[in-house]
């Protein structure tokens, strides 16, 4: 007999432990000649339209440590503003995957990504998005992973006209959701996960 929806009881959620890399990344986790790279390691194909930078990081926890083990995943559009695929507008850069995965380093903690600065979105409404990252996070004592967003802080016409940032109740917050220039096609944003420099978490 078939269980009726409101009876279903959610799956308990658990932290990510090792086998989050060994299933992920194993070439990370030294499980080597399996796969020639690990999914999600080239977000870049061939030549691409647009800028190309490199996206770095750490991830911090409340005590101020490095995340020595978190995963990270972005997903993005292209340089026109458009996603490799399901986009209404049309298919986006064929050298671009528009997603990535990337293991923070074991010694640092810092995550890396070979990417491109993004175009901007259309909001449901309509309305232009500035250019940004989408995020997510998982790590040892974080039992849902987190998701935000990556915004730039050279685009700051853009971000005073986003519609998710505008929406913001803590407008002196949004630092923690911009990724400053580091030197030519390099930015850095880092992740904080409790305390006075607490990254802004979506709840999608």
Known sequence: MTQPL?????????????????????NVAGIEGVYPEDLGARMITGPV???QITLTGT?????????????LEIWQADAAGRFSAGDPRGPGDPNFTGWGRSASDGATGAYLFQT?????VPFRDGRLQA?????????RGINLGLQTRIYFADEAEANAEDPVLTRIEHQN???????TPEGPNRYRF???????QETIFFDV
């Open 131 to 139: 250019p940004h990252i989408t995020l997510w996070i998982v790590a």
């Open 59 to 71: 991830v911090y926890d409340g005590a101020g440590a490095a995340l020595k083990d978190a995963l």
């Open 116 to 120: 491109v600065k993004p175009g901007r």
């Open 173 to 179: 917050r949004i630092p923690t959701l911009l990724a």
């Open 190 to 196: 880092d992740v904080h996960l409790q305390g006075a």
């Open 49 to 51: 339209e647009g800028q």
């Open 6 to 26: 409101d009876e279903w009881k959610e799956t308990p959620s658990q932290t990510a432990g090792p086998y989050v890399h060994i299933g992920c990344v194993p």
